[in-house]
């Protein structure tokens, strides 16, 4: 039993080097010649516990994202291409489709006709939806589905109103100031920018001024890896409801934010960030900013976001998980287990919500915001970074297993929680606030909703992880990819004859260079006689990598990098990871 397992030592090795350990197999055909073979594609996995080469080239390429927006001096400019003439008829005739099934409504003839042409309409909408999908447009034409329902208006009262705050026309530039030094060097300061919900209640915390351990509230003197830590002191009075209220709606907040922010500064500030549980297991925000705004202002804005949930009132749970509301099939409706009357109806709900004196159901606010200056080119801009990107390859809750039982009580309750809170409209929860969830149908058991909100994984938080703003690099993450390629492309020219041995990279560019539609890709079934196993697939991945790793090192010398600054090669080695090995 003492021997290593196998398994254990490929999936170590193949970590080792950078392999993908569940890649994706592709049938290419070569359509000019009819020659079929199979390719793998990494499984490009975000997170560490999937593939963690993967997640790790993935965290690269955003600390290589974050590093070239950060201090950039010019306006990103993205050019976009010009739409085909191919591109511009399928629009076209959507267009036509769209205009003929509105038409039809007004077109006297009989329902079953009528539903046989707009069946027959929806059919052809679909065929060009697929068509535009798989050209060059980015992004989507329509939404993806068609409201059946008229969509509710609120008043205009009922609007996120802006918070008393400077409001400034935004200008349209998105780099920093530049200040002129004594030295005749110019200056592009920035920020990094910390985000943190308010106080649920005084939890145990260790802080350190200099070598001297600030006293923890419960006074005592707490090191930095105290059972304790993060669990609150007194576990009756923490408010879990807030800490789970703000969980949910934290991205919402965080949105709210950044519009404000850009209103009072004046400007299209741009940011870079993530998301991360604290130790009370409370999401907060770490963002770099390119450029520097006051701190007054920050704090002011900070202050003044809210994001107000315009949902029925969940104050009060009327029922309880043991005794829910029933459904009944004559009424086609929740009843009372008792009484036999039926609950609210989730649109009556909402109706009462635009009487003058409603309130929201909820409001969440942002807590304290940290800000720091941060010089280009400095390692403490290289440190931030690290910082930010620190835990992008782990899932939210992988990052603070509770460790001790005063921790996993803390998780525990925030968790028990969450699962009696309503997550969206239509989650089964309402039901124990004596409403009928959006769109009620039989089977919904409130405590047992399978949202995301509910899930020990997410803790409440199911936005998005790394929130990188428009024009932070005008490069998205698969432009970044591209440019390293490039790059190692540049060096082996001329040194290799076929590129194609990277066994990782260039090989799937899916026909670039020789002509767009030239291979037909298809996903390969891994028991499809032709796919050999994944062991021996990805033994010949590890030895292609470091094959092509040592020919890279070899043209690296040969090639004159003298020219190129240390600096810049040390950033590019970094960034395309492939150092070290
Ligand atoms: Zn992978
Ligand atoms: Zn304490
Ligand atoms: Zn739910």
């Keep these: 039993m003492r021997k290593p397992l196998a398994r254990d030592v490929l999936r170590q090795l193949a970590e080792q080097h950078g392999v993908c350990v569940r890649p994706l197999v592709l049938r290419r055909t070569d359509t000019v010649t009819g020659v079929t073979e199979i390719v793998e594609v990494p499984c490009g996995a975000t997170l560490a516990a999937k593939c963690k080469p993967c997640a790790e080239r993935g965290r690269r390429l955003r600390i290589q994202q974050i590093r070239e927006g950060w201090h950039l001096a010019e306006e990103p400019t993205v050019r976009p291409e010009k739409p085909g003439e191919d591109v511009l008829d399928l629009v076209r005739a959507r267009a036509h489709l769209e205009f003929d099934r509105e038409a039809l409504h007004y077109r006297p003839m009989h329902p079953d006709e009528r539903a046989a042409r707009l069946a027959d309409l929806d059919a052809q909408i679909v065929e060009v939806d697929e068509a535009l999908a798989a050209s060059s447009l980015r992004g989507r034409l329509t939404p993806r589905d068609r409201a059946d ?302 949202g995301k909100v509910h899930q020990r994984a997410t803790l409440g938080f199911t936005g998005r992880r790394v929130l990188v703003s428009r024009q932070w690099s005008g490069k998205t993450l698969a432009d970044h990819r591209a440019d390293n390629r490039a790059w190692i492309r540049a060096i082996l020219a001329g040194h290799l004859a076929d590129t194609h041995t990277d066994g990782q990279g260039d090989k799937h560019d899916h026909g670039q260079g020789a002509g767009d539609n030239r291979y037909r890709f298809e996903l390969a079934r891994p028991e499809d006689p032709d796919v050999p196993p994944l062991e021996h697939r990805i033994l010949r991945a590890i030895s292609a990598r470091i094959r092509w790793r040592a020919q890279l090192d070899a043209a690296r010398r040969a090639a004159d990098l003298s020219a190129v600054s240390a600096t810049t090669t040390l950033t590019r080695k970094e960034a395309t990871g492939w150092s070290g090995c």
Excluded at 283 to 304: N, S
Aim: net charge positive; proline share 9%.
């Design 149 to 450: 329902r008229p969509r509710r208006r609120r008043s205009t009262r009922r609007r996120q109103d802006t918070p008393d705050l400077p409001r400034l026309p935004v200008d349209r530039r998105t780099v920093g100031r530049a200040y002129a030094g004594r030295d005749g060097r110019t200056y592009r300061p920035s920020m990094l920018v910390t985000l943190t919900l308010g106080s649920h209640g005084p939890v145990h915390s260790h802080a350190r001024r200099g070598a001297y351990v600030v006293p923890c509230e419960c006074g005592q003197r707490h090191g930095p890896h105290d059972d304790l830590l993060g669990t609150p002191i007194d576990p009756a009075s923490y408010d879990y409801r807030r800490a789970a209220l703000d969980a949910i709606h934290f991205a919402r907040v965080l949105d709210r934010w950044w519009q404000n922010l850009r209103r009072a500064a004046g400007w299209n500030v741009q940011y870079a960030g993530a998301v991360e549980l604290q130790r009370r297991l409370a999401p907060h925000a770490h963002f770099a900013i390119r450029g520097t705004l006051p701190r007054r202002l920050l704090k002011q804005v900070a202050a003044a976001t809210y994001h107000q949930v315009w949902w029925p009132s969940f104050d009060d749970p009327v029922y309880t998980v043991d005794k829910p509301p029933v459904w009944d099939v004559d009424q086609q409706a929740y009843v009372d287990p008792q009484t036999r009357q039926p609950l609210t109806p989730w649109t009556r709900a909402l109706d009462a919500l635009e009487q003058p004196d409603a309130r929201p159901a909820y409001v969440a606010r942002l807590g304290r915001i940290d800000a720091r200056g941060i010089a280009q080119g400095t390692r403490d801009a290289e440190r931030a970074i690290r910082y930010v990107t620190k835990y992008v390859t782990k899932d939210l809750g992988e990052q603070v297993r509770p460790g001790s039982e005063a921790q996993k009580a803390h998780f525990d309750r925030l968790h028990a929680e969450l699962s009696v809170l309503p997550c969206s409209p239509t989650c089964a929860n309402w039901l124990l606030y004596g409403v009928q969830p959006d769109g009620a149908k039989p089977g919904l058991v409130p405590g047992r909703c399978t």
